[in-house]
């Protein structure tokens, strides 16, 4: 298994090689190759895995005398997270040949071997963060994610591209002075940098590594006070902006929490109050910065920051002792890969037909793109949590999981109720939209979309599959019964 997890993360860094000294157009027959290959062997680990009874063990690939730098750590979560780190970048991959292309009204381009090489090193980076053991190796990929959005997000190197994408790498590379102030506590505290060395640390160094960490955190998460970069990277092109907020860079962020809180055991309270504030006052920020959106990326963007404000939300109920939140977090990192990106690529087909992503401008989306009316449905059903799509299984989790820890901490109530109303109100707010866009008289814009791609629309009925289904397979997998 071990060598599975690495061979996972080494696929796609010698696809980026080969690719990027390739031609264009072997560069995307390259990338969708060794993305097979990496999302192939993801399926056979966790085939293997679940066979052996999904043993939970780390193993160490690089030491420093007796202190652990790099190492590999397999488990339920990591398993089920690379599953869709790697799928996503799959779907990516066959998408983004299509939609690269002079076809496209928005963004006419052939595909340059730089995108897909790009890409490919991103998903490597992904994988190696999910199966990283130690502080040092969270750092190294957290890094690594970060130099792969901004090549991806100034890919069309206009005035605007390479602004927010500098942005991108500054804003999240204050957030990584978290990871470098944790890894140095846990260093000089245990002579280790390995993140089950957590849990021997005493409660105020505890406290101070997964604080840091969790600033880490909100940096790559888009969390206030480090939420600037994200609508601004929507320069990206779409299938990047699908694969930042669904499977890759965002979700880095309330990764590395998990991992730390799953390391460490018994946390101290007064970091789940921490998390917990800021994650409802995220959540209410990134509610109020999407109802003007009329830009569906944009819109799409602040969505974002408050799906991964319940995540974390999440994560700090589990600090009071709720392991149903936990898995709720974990399921809804799961779950939001697929129904985010299908919300994306529905934009970025949309888009490509029509040369426009401007809301009020597209109207009867059903009526001229069925496979697109559905995909808005679905996509945007999954992400609010509405039975029987994925959110509402891990939503279900999470505020399960938080009405049983406020019973003996009344303050979480408040917190609750305010989380609660967010989920209704984003539920109205793209209710609105799924009336407006979908369904009635196609606008101009629309009556004339052209035919969107084979690749595209393949790609689109996988992941409105998955908003079905994917909840039903987060729950299994970390063993829970959904409601």
């Known amino acids: 298994m071990p060598n599975l997890a690495f061979a996972i993360i080494l696929i796609p860094f010698i696809g980026a090689a080969i690719a990027g000294l390739s031609s264009p157009a072997w560069a995307k027959w390259i990338a969708q190759v060794f993305a097979f290959a990496a999302f192939a062997a993801a399926c056979v680990l966790a085939y293997v895995f679940a066979n052996a009874g999904k043993p939970e063990f780390a193993v160490d690939l690089v030491t420093l005398g007796n202190a652990a730098v790099l190492g590999i750590v397999i488990d339920r979560i990591s398993v089920l997270i690379i599953l869709a780190v790697v799928g996503v ?194 959540m209410v920020y990134g509610f109020f910065m999407y109802l003007p959106q009329k830009d569906l990326k944009r819109l799409l963007a602040y969505s974002t920051i408050t799906q991964l404000s319940y995540i974390f939300l999440a994560l700090s109920l589990s600090v009071f002792g709720s392991q149903l939140a936990f898995n709720g977090a974990i399921a809804h990192v799961f779950n939001h890969a697929f129904a985010k990106s299908l919300f994306f690529l529905v934009a970025g087909a949309l888009a490509y037909t029509t040369g426009t992503r401007t809301l009020p401008d597209l109207r009867g989306i059903l009526t001229r793109a069925p496979l697109l009316g559905v995909g808005f449905c679905a996509a945007a059903m999954g992400v609010t949590g509405v039975p029987p799509f994925n959110g509402f299984f891990s939503k279900f989790a999470i505020f399960a999981g938080g009405f049983e820890v406020a019973q003996s901490h009344l303050l979480l109530w408040p917190l609750l109720a305010v989380a609660l109303l967010e989920s209704v109100g984003s539920f109205a707010w793209f209710l609105h939209w799924v009336g407006y866009s979908v369904f009635g008289k196609p606008s101009p814009e629309v009556a004339a979309a052209a035919r969107v791609p084979v690749a595209m629309q393949g790609v689109l009925l996988v992941l409105v599959a998955m908003t079905l289904c994917s909840g039903e397979i987060a729950a299994s997998w970390l063993g829970w019964r959904s409601p």
């Open 89 to 282: 970048g799959l779907l990516v991959c066959i998408y983004s040949v299509a939609y690269l292309s002079p076809d496209n009204r928005e963004h006419p381009d052939s595909g340059r071997r730089s995108y897909f090489a790009w890409l490919l090193a991103f998903i490597g980076s992904m994988a190696g963060l999910v199966f990283a053991s130690t502080l040092v190796g969270q750092l190294l990929f957290f890094e690594m994610t970060g130099m792969c959005s901004w090549a991806l997000i100034g890919y069309y190197e206009d005035r605007n591209s390479l602004q927010a994408a500098a942005k991108a790498m500054l804003v999240t590379h204050i957030g990584s002075l978290g990871l470098y102030v944790a890894a140095a506590a846990l260093f000089a505290a245990t002579g280790t940098f390995a993140l089950s060395a957590i849990n021997g640390l005493d409660g105020t160094m505890k406290t101070f590594v997964l604080l840091a960490i969790l600033f880490a955190a909100w940096g790559k998460s888009a969390q206030l006070p480090l939420q600037m970069w994200l609508p601004d990277a929507m320069t990206a092109p779409t299938p990047i902006s699908a694969y930042l907020h669904a499977a890759a860079m965002v979700k880095v962020g309330v990764y590395i929490f998990a991992r730390g809180l799953f390391a460490a055991g018994t946390v101290p309270e007064i970091v789940g109050w921490v998390g917990a504030v800021m994650a409802v006052a995220t």
